[in-house]
C-alpha cells in the first residue's frame, strides 16, 4: 500500500498561541504561529506501523501546548516501540493512552497547572490493519466519492444534550482535570480503500457553523483532489475567513 500525505497549522485570527501539536509519521509540528509541509511526502507502508495524530492543547495559561506536545511525544515513542502489537490489540492501544492521561495529569499537579489538557485523534495504519483512536473533539474524516463523512464521535456536551449547549465544553480528554476519561477506537481495517482521502483536524477546522459549510467543505476537497497541500491551505483559509476562533491544525493522508 501505498500513502501521501502533508499537514498544515495555524494559530488563527484569535488566538495569542497555537496550543495544537501534530504528528505526522514519526515528526511532531508544535509551538509554531503557522506551518505547512515543504512538500507532500509519499510512503510505501508496509507491516511497519506509522501513526498521524493531533493534538489540541487547552487550558491557555495552564500550558495546552506543553500537554498536546507530550502527549504526541509519549504516544510517538509507544508507536516506535510496540507499534504492531497496539495496532492489532486495541486494548493495549487503550491502556497506552490511559496510561498518558495519568502522566500528564500527575505532571500537571507538579507543575501547579491542573487544567492542562489536550484531545488526541488520530490513525494507526499498516498495510493490513487502520485503526482510529479517539479523546475529546477533535475528529477524523475520510472523503469518498464526494462527500465528507466524520468517523469519531465528539466528546462533548453538545454532542451528548445538542441544543444551544457552548461546543467547546468536552467531556474527555488528555488531562485537563478529568479523572475517568472515555476513549474511543474505532476499526477501519477494509473500510478505506485505494483513492480516499483521510484528514484529522482539530476542532479550530470545524468551529464555524459545519452545517452550513459542510457543502462548501466537501467542495473545496473535490477541487483539490490532486493537490493535499491546496486543499489543506484552502480549508484553512475557508475557516478562518468563516470565523474559525481557535487554532486550525489538519493533516491529510491519502490511499493511494
Do not use: W
Amino acid at each position: 500500500m501505498k500513502i501521501e500525505y502533508c499537514c498544515i497549522t495555524d494559530k488563527g485570527t484569535v488566538r495569542q498561541t497555537n496550543e495544537d501539536s501534530i504528528l505526522c509519521n514519526g515528526s511532531i509540528v508544535t509551538f509554531r504561529d503557522h506551518y505547512e509541509s515543504p512538500e507532500v511526502v509519499s510512503k510505501d507502508v508496509g507491516e511497519d506501523v506509522v501513526c498521524f495524530s493531533v493534538a489540541d492543547g487547552m487550558g491557555g495559561h495552564e500550558a495546552g501546548e506543553i500537554a498536546s506536545l507530550l502527549t504526541l511525544e509519549k504516544l510517538s515513542e509507544q508507536i516506535k516501540k510496540n507499534g504492531v502489537s497496539l495496532l492489532n490489540e486495541t486494548d493495549l492501544l487503550k491502556g497506552v493512552i490511559e496510561k498518558i492521561h495519568r502522566e500528564i495529569t500527575d505532571f500537571g499537579s507538579r507543575s501547579g497547572k491542573k487544567a492542562m489538557g489536550t484531545t488526541l485523534v488520530g490513525a494507526i495504519l499498516n498495510a493490513s490493519k487502520f485503526i482510529v483512536f479517539n479523546v475529546g473533539d477533535s475528529r477524523l474524516y475520510t472523503f469518498r466519492d464526494g462527500y465528507l463523512a466524520q468517523k469519531t464521535r465528539d466528546h462533548s456536551l453538545a454532542e451528548q444534550m445538542g441544543g444551544n449547549v457552548p461546543k467547546n465544553y468536552i467531556t474527555s480528554s488528555i488531562g485537563g482535570g478529568i479523572e475517568n476519561i472515555t476513549i474511543d477506537i474505532y476499526d477501519l481495517t477494509g473500510k478505506v480503500r485505494e483513492n480516499d482521502l483521510v484528514m484529522i483536524c482539530s476542532d479550530g477546522l470545524t468551529d464555524i457553523d459545519m452545517d452550513k459549510y459542510y457543502d462548501d467543505i466537501e467542495g473545496i476537497i473535490k477541487s483539490n483532489t490532486g493537490d493535499l497541500k491546496k486543499i489543506n491551505s484552502e480549508l484553512l483559509n475557508f475557516s478562518l475567513s468563516h470565523g474559525s476562533a481557535d487554532n486550525v491544525s489538519i493533516v491529510t493522508v491519502r490511499i493511494c
